[in-house]
């Protein structure tokens, strides 16, 4: 296993409630809708989960207040990012239990946050170690399309079951993450690090995931099989670019 597996599943599971955050934001559910909590208490768990992750990376929670010595770290952007996600979260669930619908204004404020956090993480992982192969072009596009992605997916499940323009948004994202992740296996090969049979995996699952997202809009496939396919890609191409972590 890699040594940086808790450091994967905070970038995997809040990299999912973000891009579905941006879902959300982008193709609201129509009319009003009682369980319209249930998004952001999800969203809010997959942060929570994340955020535990991150000190199962530090070995000992008590060491997370020594990690704020160090602001430019990717444990510490990470854990405020997430923080500040969960609050968002919080916010989202609290308005949409008590009015029986969601507030589209925070959704949007989530989404907009959440671009804005893969953005710094991601920049943080470029700048940060000096690995050569992190410091590649794709980095940027493997972290943000690859949330994008399976949030999209993963939106699909409280969205609307017959909005087409969800799924071709989905379809297409996964498309690009394929190629994305081609682009990056290609990358790490010439670099001669670990990584490439994970990225390349990454590819075939996020194709797949493409091709089903297609499928589900004319009714053909269940939106629980894309974002499973889509999950799975982003947890393997994670795993692969972790795997050439110098650490």
Request: charged share 10%.
């Amino acid at each position: 296993m890699i040594s940086e597996f808790p450091l994967m599943l905070v970038t995997v599971l809040t990299g999912i409630a973000i891009g579905a955050y941006v879902g959300a934001a982008l193709f609201p559910k129509k009319g009003s809708d009682e369980k319209a909590w249930i998004f952001p208490l999800v969203a809010l768990i997959l942060l929570a989960c994340g955020g535990f992750a991150a000190m199962g990376h530090l070995g000992r929670p008590q060491l997370m207040m020594n990690v704020l010595n160090n602001p430019g770290s990717s444990i510490t952007m990470e854990g405020i990012c997430t923080g500040i996600m969960a609050v968002i979260a919080i916010v989202d669930l609290v308005l949409a239990k008590q009015k029986g619908e969601a507030n589209r204004g925070v959704r949007i404020v989530g989404a907009i946050a959440g671009i804005a956090f893969m953005c710094i993480v991601t920049s943080v992982y470029v700048k940060s170690y000096g690995n050569a192969a992190w410091m590649s072009a794709p980095t940027y596009l493997m972290f943000v399309v690859g949330d994008l992605a399976a949030g999209l997916a993963a939106w699909k499940l409280f969205a609307d079951a017959d909005n087409k323009t969800l799924d071709l948004a989905t379809c297409a994202l996964n498309a690009l993450f394929a190629v994305v992740l081609v682009w990056q296996a290609a990358t790490f090969s010439g670099l001669g690090v670990e990584g490439v049979m994970f990225l390349g995996a990454g590819a075939v699952f996020a194709a797949a995931a493409a091709v089903a997202a297609y499928m589900a809009s004319s009714g053909k496939m269940s939106g629980t099989v894309v974002v499973v396919l889509a999950v799975i890609a982003l947890f393997l191409a994670r795993y692969g670019f972790y795997a050439a972590s110098i650490i």
